[in-house]
Each structure stands twice: as structure tokens, then as C-alpha cells.
């Protein structure tokens, strides 16, 4: 009988070979499952390529047979010090036990970083993927949309919101605004400390403004939003207007401006994700021409 390699492979960061491993797993998956998998290797690959950071926390498991890759795990980690675990497994390869490998050193990591919540990723439509976190302890939290434009209507602004692209002076700004919108409100004891932590990384890494923008009303900051650009598609994300401006309809501004960016790139395809829980950002993007296309949902691990 023919000898079977297993290998489990560890990484900081993803490299050109890892990334195009997974994208041909995630293919075969997505083709099968019909699912979406929120893996996020465009960002990861970039971050390998512009990170400077001192830090060696492992962030990629990847579990090979005969050199092929069958199954695949990622941490990834958007600021207030909050852990999110998404993977996959090839369908031949399920319930022998890979996964939970992969997943038991992903959360011995979590651990050992000391991250105050894991989060655990899986589509709506995903049978496998929810009877698993659930096996694990996984306790549900909440589900974020994946949306789509659909129409683009772009009305004129009634503000002269100014996008300005960010520079490596607003790294600090950046994750000021990062920690208002997107931390975790209940550790309110440890928020200044977090903020001091998230800064120095920002620091460390030019990937997280690359494509940044803050929006300025008058010469004056009151937010900010992210555009990342692919060959025919953009992605909308780390939107956030600052609380002393809210409720004036300057999100919605902000939002427009930012799509009239891309609709000058001649880029039809727009998407976006938006937590369920937040309706009011989930009717901001409706009444602009989004439209729900995908559910994916988030469970605690305690």
C-alpha cells in the first residue's frame, strides 16, 4: 500500500504559493457547497508583502496530503484585539478528523496571544461548517451580510465631502477611528491600553493604509472608509463616521463619495458586508443600491 504524506504547515503570513493553494481549494469548495468562504488571502497576501512587524504570531494552518492541500485554517485579527477563525476543508477529506487538528492549534494560538474573543466564521447555507462550530462550543453572535450594488444612482451630495487619500501621518488617526467604530465596547477597562497596543501595530504596518481614505467635511475630519480595488471589483469596508457627526447625513455623503470614486475607475462591481445587528448602516446601504447576497454567520468561542 502506497504510503500517504500528511503535513501540517504553520505560517505567519501567507506566501504566493499558500495563496494560490487555497484559492484552488476554496474554488472546489464554492463550485460544490455553493457557499462563501470569508477567507480574506488578498488582504493577508498583502500584508505579507508590506508588513515590517517584529510579531510572530501564527496566523495560517494549512494541512497538506501528498503535498496537496485539503484543508486550510487562517486567524484574522481587525483591531480590538478580537480573534476571527475561518476555514475549510475539502469535501473528500471531511469528518477524518483534519479540521479539528487545524483548529485546536489555531485556538492554542489564540490563547497563547492572548486575545480577549475568538470568533468563529461560517456561511448561513453551510451545514457542515455550523454543525461544527457548534460541536466545538461555538456560541451563536451574530450574522453579517454580504451585500452587492445593484443600481447605481448617485444622486448629487448635499455635502462637499472631501475623500482624501490616507498617509502615513494618519496611522494614528486611523486607529483611533478603527477603536471608536469596530472594538469591543465591553472592555471599556482595558480600551486605552488596547488603543496603545493597535497603534503601534498600524505603525509597523503600511498595509492597513494603503487603501484608506478619510473623509473631511470643511477641512475637518469625520471618518473614514477603505477601498480595495481588484481587476474588475472594489470592496467597501472600515467605514465609520465619527459620533459627533452622526445623524446629519453625512454617512450617506461619505458613501456616495466614495462610490463615485470607483464608478471613475469604470468598476461596475461593488460589495460590502454589514453586521445584522447594525440597521442602520444595513438602511444607509440599501437606500444606495445594495442588495443582500450572501449570510455569514458568527459564534463566540469561550
Request: one cysteine or more.
Amino acid at each position: 500500500m502506497k504510503e500517504v504524506n500528511h503535513i501540517i504547515t504553520m505560517k505567519q503570513y501567507i506566501g504566493e504559493k499558500e495563496y494560490k493553494d487555497i484559492n484552488e481549494l476554496q474554488e472546489i469548495i464554492t463550485s460544490k457547497d455553493k457557499v462563501n468562504l470569508k477567507l480574506e488571502v488578498d488582504f493577508k497576501l498583502e500584508m505579507n508583502k508590506n508588513s515590517e512587524t517584529s510579531k510572530k504570531r501564527l496566523n495560517e494552518f494549512l494541512y497538506y496530503v501528498d503535498y496537496v492541500l485539503v484543508a486550510y485554517l487562517g486567524i484574522s485579527c481587525f483591531g480590538g484585539n478580537i480573534a476571527e477563525l475561518n476555514g475549510m476543508t475539502h469535501p473528500e477529506w471531511r469528518r477524518k478528523g483534519i479540521f479539528k487538528k487545524l483548529f485546536d492549534l489555531a485556538i492554542d494560538e489564540c490563547s497563547r496571544n492572548g486575545f480577549k474573543k475568538i470568533l468563529l466564521l461560517t456561511d448561513g447555507k453551510s451545514k457542515s461548517g455550523n454543525e461544527f462550530i457548534k460541536a466545538v462550543g461555538g456560541e451563536y453572535d451574530f450574522s453579517e451580510y454580504g451585500m452587492e450594488l445593484i443600481s447605481q444612482h448617485f444622486l448629487e451630495n448635499l455635502f462637499p465631502i472631501n475623500l482624501r487619500k490616507a498617509k502615513a501621518s494618519d496611522k494614528k488617526e486611523l486607529s483611533r477611528q478603527d477603536l471608536i467604530y469596530f472594538s469591543d465596547k465591553e472592555e471599556n477597562e482595558s480600551f486605552k491600553v488596547l488603543a496603545e497596543e493597535e497603534t503601534e501595530q498600524i505603525e509597523e504596518d503600511e498595509s492597513r493604509i494603503k487603501n484608506a481614505y478619510i473623509a473631511e467635511l470643511d477641512n475637518e475630519v469625520i471618518g473614514k472608509i477603505h477601498i480595495e480595488y481588484n481587476d474588475y471589483s472594489a470592496f467597501i469596508l472600515g467605514f465609520g463616521v465619527l459620533p459627533e457627526f452622526r445623524g446629519k447625513g453625512y454617512g450617506r455623503a461619505v458613501l456616495k463619495a466614495a462610490l463615485k470614486l470607483i464608478s471613475e475607475k469604470d468598476i461596475k462591481q461593488v460589495e460590502l458586508d454589514v453586521a445584522d445587528k447594525n440597521s442602520r448602516a444595513l438602511n444607509l446601504y440599501k437606500s444606495c443600491g445594495f442588495k443582500e447576497k450572501s449570510v455569514m454567520n458568527y459564534f463566540v468561542k469561550f
